[in-house]
T-cell receptor, first 118, second 112 residues
Framework: DVKVTQSSRYLVKRTGEKVFLECVQD?????MFWYRQDPGLGLRLIYF???????EKGDIPEGYSVSREKKERFSLILESASTNQTSMYLC?????????????????FGPGTRLTVT | DAKTTQPNSMESNEEEPVHLPCNHS???????IHWYRQLPSQGPEYVIH???SNVNNRMASLAIAEDRKSSTLILHRATLRDAAVYYC?????????????FGTGTRLKVLA
């Protein structure tokens, strides 16, 4: 089974702090994604990456950056956390199934990190 | 990007079929229709996807209208474990990207 893990389930940070959210997947997937989920707004894409060191902006990249130095790890960085970044953050991956060799658009999600910025 | 419209919430009795509708009137010919669901305190999980023909898998069936402007996710016998938020998503197969546009989904409540 594909496993996507996120470094923390709950995180509390202060305004202005630099925050790192880590995501690791164990299926050798090429593509990785960061979303945030807010009540009434559904999931919104922040950034995604389709290869190591490659990144593309999603729909709401402002205030965030990302890093993908290794294929299995995709980090979301809040350079200076603000209260409006209090949210649930979800990481996902997709790619070629290593058993079948078939590329799939199915995204596998981690359990999420609930970040509170005070 | 094409958008989807879903009812905010629906209720179903346990062991009865559930039909979850989705409107996507601006769908293009190359957009795939994906369905995901999110159980409480979990990330979303894949349910099913299709392009033009109806699709079945062990979790559900997907019925796609002939004009593709709407689709319906069918759970044949709802169980309490099916209580979740169900998302209908369009994916552009020609854009070369792998991103989805999620809507706000339908919260399904299953009554015992």
């Amino acid at each position: 089974d594909v496993k996507v893990t996120q470094s923390s389930r709950y995180l509390v940070k202060r305004t202005g702090e630099k925050v790192f959210l880590e995501c690791v997947q164990d299926m050798d997937h090429e593509n990785m994604f960061w979303y945030r989920q807010d009540p009434g707004l559904g999931l919104r894409l922040i950034y995604f990456s389709y290869d190591v060191k490659m990144k593309e902006k999603g729909d709401i990249p402002e205030g965030y950056s990302v890093s993908r130095e290794k294929k299995e790890r995709f980090s979301l960085i809040l350079e200076s956390a603000s209260t409006n970044q209090t949210s649930m953050y979800l990481c996902a991956s997709s790619g070629t199934n290593f058993e079948t060799g078939v590329s799939s658009y199915e995204q596998y999600f981690g359990p999420g990190t609930r970040l509170t910025v005070t | 990007d094409a958008k989807t419209t879903q009812p905010n919430s629906m209720e179903s009795n346990e062991e009865e079929p559930v039909h979850l509708p989705c409107n996507h009137s601006t769908i293009s010919g190359t957009d795939y229709i994906h369905w995901y669901r999110q159980l409480p305190s979990q990330g979303p999980e894949y349910v099913i996807h299709g392009l033009t023909s109806n699709v079945n898998n062990r979790m559900a069936s997907l019925a796609i209208a002939e004009d593709r402007k709407s689709s319906t996710l069918i759970l044949h016998r709802a169980t309490l474990r099916d209580a979740a938020v169900y998302y209908c998503i369009l994916r552009d197969s020609t854009s070369g990207t792998y991103k989805y546009i999620f809507g706000t989904g339908t919260r399904l409540k299953v009554l015992a």
